[in-house]
């Protein structure tokens, strides 16, 4: 299973809207009718901060200016006005939920890097 | 508040072994599954492995690359969980992060290994 996110690379002007994009090879809804698909922001210097869970759940602080949507293979991580603090890489991350030697139960996208143009 | 420390990394040759360990607080431990992800010095986040808690089985899974040279345990009296790494290689070097949750809710700060001769 693969995510593959786009772009790569993401000038944004602050006040501005900014979009990422992250497609799965396959569909992603489990059998409990969820679909395990998670959003990360990984500032300079710092550890990965989980942001959405579940497509479209914003995390306890995470600000309302980022939401996440898509259903199927195709998700999407919005910022509504970037500020100079949403610098930095942003990774989709997907939990298969199955029991499957053959592939790990978590893969992450290549991420996205959001810099202030 | 959730906590996560990790410690042990450090510089280890080729072929050698290191333990990496993962001090919790601010949960009920016993009940998280316990994951380890990784980071390449300049690259993205590869899942390495993950303990389950002992009411789902204590399962353990991991990643291709690591599977046969590492093992993950853990020990719930102590809320610590631990990744062994033997047979280092080259390309084991990374960031290793410790996180909380079926969907990484927690992260912590990380350690790094190098692997060089």
């Known amino acids: 299973v693969l995510l593959t996110q786009s772009p790569l690379s993401l000038p944004v002007t602050l006040g501005q809207p900014a979009s990422i994009s992250c497609r799965s090879s396959q569909g992603l809804v489990y059998g409990d009718g969820d679909t395990y698909l998670n959003w990360f922001q990984q500032r300079p210097g710092q550890s990965p901060r989980r942001l959405i869970y579940k497509v479209s759940n914003r995390d306890s602080g995470v600000p309302d200016r980022f939401s996440g949507s898509g259903s199927g293979t195709d998700f999407t991580l919005k910022i509504s006005r970037v500020e100079a603090e949403d610098v930095g890489v942003y990774y989709c991350?997907?939990?298969?939920?199955?029991?499957?030697?053959?592939?790990?139960?978590?893969?992450f996208g290549q991420g996205t890097k959001l810099e202030i143009k | 508040e959730v906590q996560l420390v990790e410690s042990g990394g450090g510089l280890v040759k080729p072929g050698g072994s290191l333990r990496l360990s993962c001090a919790a607080s601010g949960f009920t431990f016993s009940n998280g599954w316990m994951n380890w992800v990784r980071q390449a010095p300049g690259k993205g986040l590869e899942w390495v492995g993950r303990i389950k808690s002992k009411a789902d089985g204590e399962t353990i899974d991991y990643a291709a690359p690591v599977k046969g040279r590492f093992t993950i345990s853990r020990d719930d009296s102590k809320h610590m969980v631990y990744l062994q790494m033997n047979s280092l290689k080259i390309e084991d070097t990374a960031v290793y992060y410790c996180?909380?949750?079926?969907?990484?809710?927690?992260w912590g700060q990380g350690t790094l290994v190098i692997v060089s001769s």
């Open positions: 991350m997907q939990n298969t939920r199955i029991q499957n030697p053959r592939w790990p139960p978590y893969t």
């Open positions: 996180g909380v949750g079926a969907e990484l809710d927690y």
